[in-house]
């Protein structure tokens, strides 16, 4: 496991992901723009219209026999045919973080089935997620998916049964963006 | 729970906690300096000899329970009489970061027995964790203890069973850094 990574995403006129929509699930909406670059690492000033920020980190609920099972059929980021992609900054709410570890678990998984819903659309689809709960940043995760076009309607099935869970109760703000490259 | 909240911590000349000592019990130490000023919220640049960052944030492997059991008798710091703290800087190593959150868990209490551990020296501590992982800190964890001086024997043997643990297998850099307030 290497070292947290800063990732910074930065909405503006140049990038290699165009943004196709952006759309308010709950809460206020992100500004539209035309391009989203992604930086690895080390902050650098960079002009643009937004830029929110996260960082790779460890997991906080998977448990091991979970996590083998991820690793065993997860795809990694950048693979030549996904083409689409879509950045979904959540912010859940005071109520989720006051609760303790096991009932956040509970709501998790036990209840909403986060890892063995994700785990049927594998390997499909590609995600990485970015913490920024202590960054002082607008959102709690940033989360970036990578697919093919013909798997965008799994995509959407897998949103819709995540949306649909107790888990989802407790966000109070959601932006969905999807993107695309040639 | 209120948002998470930024504290910082700058070693130099001035600050209400004079230093009494500074000891590296594993890795790098920490420059010696007079004073410590603790700062909340908002970053204000300050001269320093060192600063060190953390966020006060959700816990990791806390139970309802064990977060209820430690509410009923968790004294708050600031306590007039409280005038011993110690500021005790960790760092994990990898292998810690790379297991899951069960097996984290399972070494943190179940086996090293953490909060059971600080449950039995309470009212007499007040502690405050800070998270640091995700900023780029040279730290994973800042603790701060307060105690009133006829608790530092009760201190020391709260730290000794800590340290004698199996989750303290997994700390590859500490400080113990002690300090003192009129």
């Given at each position: 496991m290497p070292q947290p990574t800063?990732?910074?995403?930065?909405?503006?006129?140049?990038?290699?992901?165009?943004?196709t929509s952006v759309r308010a699930m709950r809460g206020t909406t992100l500004e539209p723009a035309e391009r989203l670059t992604i930086v690895e690492g080390r902050e650098i000033p960079t002009r643009s219209l937004w830029t929110l920020r996260g960082v790779v980190s460890n997991s906080r609920y998977t448990t091991r026999a979970e996590a083998d099972a991820l690793a065993a059929i997860q795809p990694s980021?950048?693979?030549?045919?996904?083409?689409?992609?879509a950045?979904?900054?959540?912010?859940?709410s005071s109520g989720w973080w006051a609760l303790a570890q096991d009932e956040r678990r509970a709501i998790y998984e036990e209840r909403s089935r986060h890892t063995s819903i994700g785990l049927t659309y594998l390997p499909r689809i590609a995600r990485r997620l970015h913490h920024c709960r202590e960054l002082g940043e607008p959102f709690d995760f940033l989360t970036w998916f990578e697919f093919a076009p013909q798997n965008e309607g799994a995509f959407e099935e897998l949103l819709a049964k995540l949306r649909a869970s107790e888990e989802w109760w407790y966000v109070e703000r959601e932006v969905d963006i999807r993107l695309a490259r040639p």
């Open positions: 800063l990732v910074s995403f930065h909405a503006g006129i140049s990038g290699q992901w165009a943004l980021l950048g693979r030549i045919e996904a083409t689409r992609a950045f979904i900054p959540i912010k859940k």
